[in-house]
């Protein structure tokens, strides 16, 4: 059973609506992660949260929010798409980064957002 | 610049042959993970490695923390090996988030 799922596969937004991507994890790790990925590059940092209701800038946040309600979910939120955001956003999970815990994330499948 | 550099950019191999990957690190990465990307998007973990070496079958990764660089080497290639290869290190931020390289395309051809 995957551990990392994600919600919707697949989206299409019309320029100004808002968007919420879903990601649920049953590793039990604390960190969680999004991800953007645009063709011809690998994959950039959004947001990240260190557990329940904590969350924090990437290296590209603007025009996203995220939300981290539980141990298992974590959100990303776009309140205006706009065609730009037009891309395929992954989510991972890891354990925190304490002295002896693995730095590794696994990923989830993919959102594919068209923003038209 | 780029802080997490992957060569080569595309890579054609004959079914059986071998070949190397290689990123390098203008950060001080602690850890390295190497992911393929298969042609339906699914990213798969390789490798996670601290310094030293690790080997899966026909694949085998080094990172060398000190000279900052990692490489994957492919032996005796399969057409199934074929996608991008992604590496990624670690931020050293305390916060443990990856930074990515562009990825190598390998076409495996038999």
């Known amino acids: 059973e995957a551990a990392v799922t994600q919600s919707p596969r697949n989206k299409v937004a019309v320029t100004g609506g808002k968007v919420t991507l879903s990601c649920n994890q049953t590793?039990?790790?604390?960190?969680m992660y999004w991800y953007r990925q645009d063709t011809g590059h690998g994959l950039r940092l959004i947001h990240y949260s260190y557990g329940a209701g904590s969350t924090e800038k990437g290296d590209i946040p603007d025009g996203y929010k995220a939300s981290r309600p539980s141990q298992e979910n974590f959100s990303l939120i776009l309140e205006l798409a706009t065609p730009s955001q037009t891309s395929v956003y992954f989510c991972?999970?890891?354990?925190?980064?304490?002295?002896?815990?693995?730095?590794?994330?696994?990923f989830g499948p993919g959102t594919r957002l068209t923003v038209l | 610049g780029d802080k997490v550099k992957q060569s080569p950019s595309a890579l054609s191999l004959q079914e059986g042959t071998n070949s190397a990957l290689r990123c390098n690190f203008s950060?001080?990465?602690?850890?390295v993970q190497w992911f393929l990307q298969n042609p339906r998007g699914s990213l798969m973990n390789l490798f996670y490695l601290v310094p030293g070496t690790k080997e899966n079958g026909r694949l085998k990764s080094a990172f060398d923390s000190k000279e900052s660089y990692s490489t994957l080497h492919i032996r005796d290639a399969q057409l199934e090996d074929s996608g991008t290869y992604f590496c990624?290190?670690?931020?050293?931020?305390?916060?443990?988030?990856?930074?990515f390289g562009s990825g190598t395309q390998l076409t495996v051809m038999p």
């Open positions: 950060i001080a990465a602690t850890t």
């Open positions: 991972a999970s890891g354990d925190a980064a304490l002295q002896g815990a693995r730095a590794e994330q696994f």
């Open positions: 590793n039990n790790h604390n960190n």
């Open positions: 990624a290190a670690d931020a050293s931020s305390g916060s443990w988030q990856l930074i």
